[in-house]
Structures are given as structure tokens and as C-alpha cells.
T-cell receptor
Framework: EDKVVQSPLSLVVHEGDTVTLNCSYE??????LLWYKQEKKAPTFLFML????IEKKSGRLSSILDKKELFSILNITATQTGDSAVYLC????????????FGAGTILRVKS | DSGVTQTPKHLITATGQRVTLRCSPR?????VYWYQQSLDQGLQFLIQ???????AKGNILERFSAQQFPDLHSELNLSSLELGDSALYFC????????????FGEGSRLTVL
């Protein structure tokens, strides 16, 4: 069965800290890994990763994929209170009718 | 605003009842996905439609059904509701069959009493 595991489940940091969120997966016919940010309601897209070792960067956020070890990390530097959210990792399985398998998420709280 | 519209935003009903959740995808998106998010669980994939045809099925209960209409809007029907069906139901859309970036609606919060 396809599985995505995120760690830690939650963490609390202070503004300015750097955080690393982890995502490991077991998926048959892997196609891509995606990160989403969920603040109040709808998850919003952050990154899509398909190749190992290539860092994707957007402002203070960056992410990298290791297809050999089956994991990804999401880094947030110089955290701000606006980064407080649930960060979701999802893996796309290539099959007849692709689907995304989501992890349970990491709850991040940034204190001022 | 993702461009995906879901109605209703909130719904309170009783056990045994039936409800219909509606989703209008972004203009031009052919694929619609339904996900369930409970308090203690992540997003659980229910079902995907692509251009009117069922494309993939996840952990969708037999009491639940969905369809995508010619105008590409989709409906998720939940029947014989149980307390455990209380959850946030998300619809998402993407342009093609492979999801890549999904655009999520704001969700429909279903409370079964």
C-alpha cells in the first residue's frame, strides 16, 4: 500500500529560526513529490519535485528530493509568524488515473 | 483564490441522511479530485474524474458516489451518513490527468449529528 510519512508531527519555533520538515515515502511507480501549505482551509501548492538532488527554491523555502533513499525535505529559513501552517507532503503515483497520496502533515507554529 | 468553487461551505445533518457536495473546477481544468480530511487524518483520496469519466478510485466507501457532468462540474453524494463521516471534503482540479499541481477549493465542512 502506498504510504507517505511526515515528521515531526508538530513543532514550535521562534521567529528567525530555521526549520527542516521531513517526508519519506513508499509508493509504487513514483512520478513526483509535492509540498503544500495549508493555513486555514485550502492547501496551496509550494513545490513539485521529480528529480533527485535538484533543489527547488522559492524565497525562504527550499526543497530537495532523494529518490534513492525515498525522502524529501522542506527547509524554511528565517521563519516568520506567517509561516505557521500545516505543511503537507504528497506523492504522485503513476497509474491508470494518477492520484496523490498525502502524508498526515507537519504542524508548524512560529512564535514571535 | 484558487478558482475552484465548492458548495456548500458548511453542512450539518443527521445520521442516516444523504447530502450532495458540489464542485466547479477552474476554467479549463478537466480533472476533478475529491479528498476527505478528518481531524486526526491527512487528506484521504476518494476519487478522480477526468473529462467526465472516472479515472481513479481511492478509499471511497460504497455509501459514497460521485460523478462529473458534461460542463465538468462534479458532485459527491454521501448517503446513509454516520458520525464518522464528519470531515472536511475538498475538491481539487488540474488541467490534465496526471495531477501535478492540484488547485484546491475551500472545502465543504460536513458535520453529522
Amino acid at each position: 500500500e502506498d504510504k507517505v510519512v511526515q515528521s515531526p508531527l508538530s513543532l514550535v519555533v521562534h521567529e528567525g529560526d530555521t526549520v527542516t520538515l521531513n517526508c519519506s515515502y513508499e509508493v509504487t511507480n513514483f512520478r513526483s513529490l509535492l509540498w503544500y501549505k495549508q493555513e486555514k482551509k485550502a492547501p496551496t501548492f509550494l513545490f513539485m519535485l521529480t528529480s533527485s538532488g535538484i533543489e527547488k527554491k522559492s524565497g525562504r523555502l527550499s526543497s530537495i528530493l532523494d529518490k534513492k533513499e525515498l525522502f524529501s525535505i522542506l527547509n524554511i529559513t528565517a521563519t516568520q509568524t506567517g509561516d505557521s501552517a500545516v505543511y503537507l507532503c504528497a506523492v504522485e503515483a503513476l497509474m491508470v488515473g494518477n492520484k496523490l497520496v498525502f502524508g498526515a502533515g507537519t504542524i508548524l507554529r512560529v512564535k514571535s | 483564490d484558487s478558482g475552484v468553487t465548492q458548495t456548500p461551505k458548511h453542512l450539518i445533518t443527521a445520521t442516516g441522511q444523504r447530502v450532495t457536495l458540489r464542485c466547479s473546477p477552474r476554467s479549463g481544468d478537466l480533472s476533478v479530485y475529491w479528498y476527505q480530511q478528518s481531524l486526526d487524518q491527512g487528506l484521504q483520496f476518494l476519487i478522480q474524474y477526468y473529462n467526465g469519466e472516472e479515472r481513479a478510485k481511492g478509499n471511497i466507501l460504497e455509501r459514497f458516489s460521485a460523478q462529473q457532468f458534461p460542463d465538468l462540474h462534479s458532485e459527491l453524494n454521501l448517503s446513509s451518513l454516520e458520525l464518522g463521516d464528519s470531515a472536511l471534503y475538498f475538491c481539487a482540479s488540474s488541467v490534465l490527468g496526471p495531477p501535478g499541481e492540484l488547485f484546491f477549493g475551500e472545502g465543504s465542512r460536513l458535520t453529522v449529528l
